[in-house]
């Protein structure tokens, strides 16, 4: 079956970086688009960047030009480079699979990992 991990998580002081991986199995990784997604206590899940399986990228505007995500095949790994980190960007971070083939990142995913944490310390 899909199974998604994230790892990478941790404190980091305002203005730092992270690098987080999500390690894929149990489908064909090249068909499917892959994002990262966030959730903030008290706050619902936001979408911050996506990677389509043609390798198509698209970022939440508030972190567009700080965060670079990237998929790597031949691991089945999906990654976000995170700098520039933001108080505002403490969140857990889940990465979604969803099947589809092309440059479109799809909204609704049916496959998500156990999240990785993510706080910036001010």
């Known amino acids: 079956q899909i199974q998604l991990v994230e790892s990478g998580g941790g404190l980091v002081q305002s203005g730092g970086s992270l690098r987080l991986s999500c390690a894929a199995s149990?489908?064909?990784?090249?068909?499917?688009?892959m994002s990262w997604f966030r959730q903030a206590p008290g706050k619902e899940r936001e979408g911050v960047s996506c990677i389509a399986s043609d390798g198509t990228t698209y970022y939440a505007n508030v972190v567009k030009g700080r965060f670079a995500i990237s998929r790597d095949s031949a691991g089945n790994t999906m990654y976000l480079q995170m700098d520039s980190l933001k108080s505002e960007d403490t969140a857990v971070y889940y990465c979604?699979?969803?099947?589809?083939?092309?440059?479109?990142?799809?909204?609704?995913?049916?496959?998500w990992g156990q999240g990785t944490q993510v706080t910036v310390s001010s």
């Open positions: 979604g699979a969803q099947y589809y083939s092309g440059s479109y990142c799809p909204s609704n995913y049916t496959s």
């Open positions: 149990g489908f064909k990784f090249d068909n499917y688009a």
